[in-house]
């Protein structure tokens, strides 16, 4: 279902090199099954706007990695919503934005590219999204839904404290 959700909204806000709802989609699947799901549901999605809408690789590069630190931050930090977004800002913000570099550069043929290009757009995106995602996840968690929609899912589930 997520992946679903992630393939309708993503052309939301998006401009190239930046898509904040696949943000939003990362944090919150990071959030709600862990980071090996939502690592699998941004590869997934990527590879599905990259069939379909002709989206470039920077759909796998700008997900994968932040999906998955995202995931592995919120696990560590016991369910700190501040965590898991922190995981996407770093993971694609910086990780994803540099290896888009080479991936764009030798496999796609772009010409003209830093190490450095993708940057600012893919920090940008990832603070939108990830503002978004925070916003979002923290009103479900004070409502218990967060905790209930876990329960469902049968993952582990964190009481989460003053943050």
């Given at each position: 279902?997520?992946?679903?959700?992630?393939?309708?909204?993503?052309?939301?806000?998006?401009?190239?090199?930046?898509?904040?709802?696949?943000?939003?989609?990362?944090?919150?699947?990071?959030?709600?099954?862990?980071?090996?799901?939502?690592?699998?549901?941004?590869?997934?999605?990527?590879?599905?706007?990259?069939?379909?809408?002709?989206?470039?690789?920077?759909?796998?590069?700008?997900?994968?990695?932040?999906?998955?630190?995202?995931?592995?931050?919120?696990?560590?930090?016991?369910?700190?919503?501040?965590?898991?977004?922190?995981?996407?800002?770093?993971?694609?913000?910086?990780?994803?934005s540099v290896l888009s570099y080479p991936v764009m550069t030798y496999l796609w043929g772009r010409t003209g590219l830093?190490?450095?290009?993708?940057?600012?757009?893919?920090?940008?995106?990832?603070?939108?999204?990830?503002?978004?995602?925070?916003?979002?996840?923290?009103?479900?968690?004070?409502?218990?839904?967060?905790?209930?929609?876990?329960?469902?899912?049968?993952?582990?589930?964190?009481?989460?404290?003053?943050?």
């Amino acid at each position: 279902m997520m992946v679903a959700v992630g393939v309708v909204i993503s052309p939301i806000l998006r401009v190239e090199g930046m898509c904040p709802m696949a943000h939003l989609i990362n944090i919150t699947m990071a959030v709600f099954m862990g980071p090996w799901y939502s690592f699998l549901c941004a590869l997934a999605i990527g590879l599905i706007r990259m069939t379909v809408m002709g989206i470039p690789p920077l759909a796998l590069t700008g997900a994968i990695f932040g999906a998955t630190l995202s995931g592995i931050l919120y696990r560590v930090s016991k369910g700190k919503i501040w965590a898991a977004v922190l995981g996407e800002v770093i993971g694609t913000g910086l990780i994803g934005s540099v290896l888009s570099y080479p991936v764009m550069t030798y496999l796609w043929g772009r010409t003209g590219l830093t190490w450095m290009f993708y940057v600012p757009s893919f920090l940008m995106g990832t603070i939108i999204g990830g503002s978004i995602a925070y916003v979002l996840l923290k009103s479900m968690s004070r409502s218990g839904i967060l905790e209930n929609i876990q329960r469902k899912l049968g993952v582990q589930k964190f009481v989460e404290t003053n943050e």
